[in-house]
């Protein structure tokens, strides 16, 4: 099958793009609500020396309700409609956001944490129903439909082969669909980074930090339309549907979880072995919630998966300090005094605001997640689950090499600069372990999936935070010394991936 562009992915998907405009609004706004909540912290803590610690807190205050709280958003994702789930749960985090101005109000540190808490509590049920809902969005626009009865001048045999090859073709075609479909999503995560968090940076430095709030409301708010105008019910697929490889939804789509073609695995469907422990009696078929937690732990252990849930647990572990490192970096002098006698570099002073440095430091974050994307998506065979391992292991090293440049080279082009590779590093361990994922996950199994894995990232990321804030804090360590700590980490945490790759161990095996 040739690949598939982004241009036909768009073209012949009007619902996705409805549903990507959603996304890129209301993750927009949260953007604005990020550096505004940071900036609100700096302020209630006067820039105190122990600011990044508070930082780094409120970090892992946003992340841990992915760990807590997703399982339970893959659950509802493999449950109930997904798309309506998604509508009420924007219009929650539009009324949640505003509780970021009566924080500011009453100048309160533990309500700051409490809102952000809960803002992030809303994500981590949104995001798996987010991840769930994106192949049953897709469609391949081939509706040849194949069921005429058969000519009389051809065989019956010609006829069954013509028909298998056509379904191979269909099912090659979905498979390249909600691959690009999966990338686009975060190269559109990439784009609202980079420009939501510049203007965020702007528009805190302009308007102050409440007309972020609100604007964070009203794309919560325009997200819950648009989503509305996606007509069709989008619930999971039942066990009965998954085994026999269809389900049913507004636009013909057929489900390929359990079939690949010679360049992919086979991984077998395990509801026959999941059903008959359920009626063994251990669980309770009474208790919905449990079997399908237990459903969705069984199955990620019968199909191998464990591996592939922990390479962003891996690649979050390096990242998440990068933004309390940032914040950090923003605050120090980066730009060489330049005298008549030339350049003095060890004298150092900015003309702009921290929150301006901020919002270019996360903005070259977004950039840099875009272009490493975006270079990744010109390799061949990225279809082949061989080359999708190896694109994620190798990348972690661009996360390393991010962090050794911003420890050693201290002017501001610079540090922007291996933002960029180390952003770039990030976003395609991010993309492409999701892509593996989704390849060797079930569709009625795919919410609870995804899930377990996010929340296991969120979790890295949130410790990684704690670990900067600690280090810039209590070890009194400068931005770069913490850039070169995390440095040293990936140090570790790579040789440990090319290893586990080199000995063949990280993708399922063929059964």
Not at 66 to 82: E, W, Y
Not at 149 to 156: E, K, L, Q
Not at 272 to 281: C, E, H, Y
Request: charged share 15%.
């Amino acid at each position: 099958t040739k690949p598939v562009s982004f241009y036909a992915l768009l073209r012949n998907n009007g619902r996705y793009c409805t549903y990507l405009s959603s996304y890129v609004l209301s993750h927009a706004g949260e953007w604005f609500t990020y550096v505004a909540s940071i900036e609100l912290l700096e302020n209630l803590t006067d820039h105190s020396d122990s600011s990044k610690l508070y930082i780094s807190i409120l970090m892992s205050l946003r992340l841990i309700p992915h760990v807590l709280v997703s399982p339970f958003g893959g659950i509802i994702s493999d449950s109930q409609d997904r798309r309506h789930t998604m509508i009420l749960l924007d219009r929650i985090g539009a009324f949640i956001s505003l509780l970021y101005i009566l924080a500011d109000h009453f100048q309160s540190i533990p309500l700051v944490y409490l809102v952000a808490f809960s803002q992030s509590t809303v994500g981590a049920i949104y995001e798996p129903c987010r991840q769930a809902i994106i192949p049953m969005l897709v469609t391949t626009n081939n509706n040849n439909n194949n069921n005429n009865p058969s000519d009389d001048n051809h065989s019956s045999s010609c006829g069954i082969k013509e028909e298998k090859e056509d379904i191979d073709i269909q099912e090659s075609l979905e498979k390249e669909y909600t691959k690009k479909a999966i990338v686009m999503s975060e190269l559109s995560w990439s784009l609202i980074a980079a420009f939501g968090s510049a203007l965020g940076g702007l528009v805190v430095a302009l308007m102050g930090i409440r007309a972020c709030f609100v604007m964070d409301c009203i794309s919560y708010l325009l997200s819950s339309i648009i989503l509305s105008l996606i007509k069709g019910t989008y619930d999971a697929p039942s066990q009965s549907q998954s085994q026999s490889q269809t389900f049913t939804h507004p636009s013909p789509h057929s489900s390929y979880d359990a079939k690949t073609d010679n360049n992919d695995y086979i991984i077998s469907n395990e509801n026959n072995q999941i059903t008959s422990t359920l009626q063994s009696g251990s669980i309770p078929e009474s208790q919905p919630f449990q079997v399908m937690a237990y459903e969705g732990l069984m199955y990620i252990q019968n199909a191998s998966l464990v591996p592939l849930l922990f390479l962003k647990f891996s690649a979050a572990l390096l990242y998440g300090a990068s933004d309390v490192i940032s914040v950090s970096f923003s605050e120090i002098d980066t730009t060489p005094v330049t005298t008549n006698n030339g350049t003095n570099t060890d004298c150092y002073r900015d003309c702009m605001l921290p929150s301006e440095k901020l919002g270019i430091l996360l903005f070259s974050l977004g950039m840099g997640c875009l272009s490493g994307s975006l270079l990744a998506e010109t390799l061949p065979n990225l279809h082949k689950p061989n080359m999708l391992q190896n694109l994620c292991v190798y990348a972690m090293a661009l996360i390393l090499i991010g962090f050794l440049g911003m420890g050693l080279f201290r002017p501001f082009p610079c540090l922007i600069f291996f933002t960029l590779v180390r952003a770039g590093g990030s976003s395609i361990v991010w993309i492409y372990s999701s892509v593996l994922l989704q390849k060797y996950s079930d569709t009625d199994m795919y919410g609870r999936v995804s899930a377990v894995d996010y929340g296991l990232a969120t979790l890295s990321e949130a410790f990684s935070a704690l670990i900067g804030g600690t280090l810039l804090d209590h070890f009194h360590m400068t931005a770069r010394s913490a850039s070169l700590f995390m440095a040293f980490l990936g140090c570790i945490i790579f040789p440990f991936w090319l290893k586990y790759l080199w000995l063949g161990k990280l993708l399922p095996p063929i059964r």
